[in-house]
């Protein structure tokens, strides 16, 4: 069993940065996709960002020249750097990270436990 342990989020002015964290424990499995999440109240979940394995990152058009997703794969972490945030950003954002299992020949979408990001104006 995988489970994503997501950190970074917190408060912070407009214009500010922030870098979230998600590491992704144990063994015995590849990763074919991570990526991050978010969701504002009263609206549906979107895709901010994605890094598939051996791939280039893809961006939502609202956070591209702001954000920047890695991977350090020493460490089994996904990092998303937000730079100049603007108060439209505020929301849960959820580590998700897609993996395969070759013991059982299956894929799963793991998630983290969400992390709270909060923009003032």
């Known amino acids: 069993q995988v489970q994503l342990v997501e950190s970074g989020g917190g408060l912070v002015q407009a214009g500010g940065s922030l870098r979230l964290s998600c590491a992704v424990p144990?063994?015995?499995?590849?990763?074919?996709?991570m990526g991050w999440y978010r969701q504002a109240p009263g609206k549906q979940r979107e895709l901010v960002a994605s890094?598939?394995?051996?791939?280039?990152?893809s961006y939502a058009d609202s956070v591209k020249g702001r954000f920047t997703i890695s991977r350090d794969n020493t460490k089994n972490t996904v990092y998303l750097q937000m730079s100049g945030l603007k108060s439209e950003d505020t929301a849960v954002y959820y580590c998700n990270v897609n993996v395969y299992l070759p013991f059982d020949e299956v894929r799963y979408d793991f998630w983290g436990q969400g992390t709270q990001v909060t923009v003032s104006s």
């Open positions: 890094l598939p394995t051996g791939g280039s990152a």
């Open positions: 144990g063994s015995g499995f590849t990763i074919n996709v």
